[in-house]
């Protein structure tokens, strides 16, 4: 038998599966009707948890050691779990603040909670949580952080910048982490030498139905999100959705307001009362509203938040 014209078949049909195969690019998405179901979710829940959480103050700079993220432990179901009892659509996850620590396990640094005593990618864990509890996920970023080259540590609207590194990041986030309903960019610590409308553009090219909004954004600045901290929400002109966010624990003396307070703050906490009248005031002009609840030193969400999460559930349900 000849069975070289067999050979040669054989040797096509790896040439051929050898070829580098090129993915389709991403379906256009309609982003009004994505706007839509982000309004559907109607309020979540920020989570901030990193180096803040263990200093008792807002910001967080001269850290040259990750072991001093001191976690005993990380109750991301307990997170996800509370957010749904609540009635929550989403959770708002900080993934990395101004100071450049990143709770996840990223490649661009060494920098992050799998190098910590934790050693543990918190936000894998989050992901998993989420999609075991039907919630959806939306990530914080700070767009610029003190470990850039020309960064001031611990000054705010810095000018350090390293764009590669924060597209890296991003690039991490979109792919890794399944699907992200949207970014929360913060330029509190600078712009990272990335405009936003490229910020918008590089996280679309991954995630084609992911929103971006950045801190204090403006109509025209390139992105569809209005992402509002502690402002007076209302009718939201020049961007697809509005997110506005506040936190759960009043104006105090002494620790932080974002991040879990000192220990002697237990027990303070803003009156779900309050806090319903904020949710109703953002929803009926077709936003969305998160509350920001800082888990402490065992990564676990304070009793009192709890309790208050779900007693403001029950009066968005009962409609009051």
Avoid at 231 to 258: C, D, N, R
């Amino acid at each position: 038998m000849n069975t070289r014209p067999i050979a040669i078949c054989v040797l096509f049909s790896l040439l051929v599966a050898c070829l580098p195969v090129h993915a389709e690019p991403p379906a256009a998405v309609d982003m009004t009707k994505r706007a839509e179901e982000l309004k559907s979710l109607k309020w979540g829940m920020f989570i901030c948890w990193s180096l803040s959480t263990f200093s008792g103050k807002e910001w967080t700079p001269g850290v040259k050691d990750v072991a001093f993220f001191k976690a005993t432990g990380c109750d991301t179901d307990q997170w996800a779990r509370t957010a749904k009892e609540a009635g929550m659509g989403y959770i708002l996850f900080l993934t990395k603040h101004h100071d450049g620590f990143c709770l996840w396990d990223t490649k661009t640094t060494d920098r992050k909670v799998t190098k910590s005593p934790l050693g543990r990618d918190v936000l894998a864990e989050l992901r998993k949580s989420c999609d075991k509890y039907g919630i959806k996920l939306a990530l914080y970023f700070s767009e610029g952080d003190w470990t850039f080259p020309g960064a001031r540590d611990g000054q705010g609207g810095g000018t350090g910048q390293d764009p590669a590194k924060v597209k890296e990041q991003l690039k991490e986030l979109c792919t890794q982490y399944g699907p992200i309903e949207f970014f929360w960019m913060d330029c509190a610590a600078g712009h990272s030498g990335i405009t936003h409308q490229e910020l918008n553009a590089w996280v679309k090219g991954f995630q084609p139905g992911c929103f971006v909004g950045c801190n204090g954004g403006r109509s025209g600045d390139g992105t569809d999100l209005r992402a509002g901290e502690m402002q007076h929400s209302g009718p939201v002109k020049g961007f697809l959705v509005g997110e506005f966010t506040y936190p759960i624990l009043p104006p105090h003396e002494g620790g932080a307001m974002w991040f879990y307070s000192l220990p002697k703050h237990d027990n303070l906490c803003i009156p779900a009362e309050t806090i319903y009248r904020e949710y109703r005031g953002a929803v009926k002009h077709g936003n969305i509203f998160s509350l920001d609840a800082g888990p402490n030193y065992e990564g676990k969400l304070r009793k009192i938040d709890i309790e208050t999460l779900r007693k403001v559930g029950e009066m968005i349900e009962s409609g009051k």
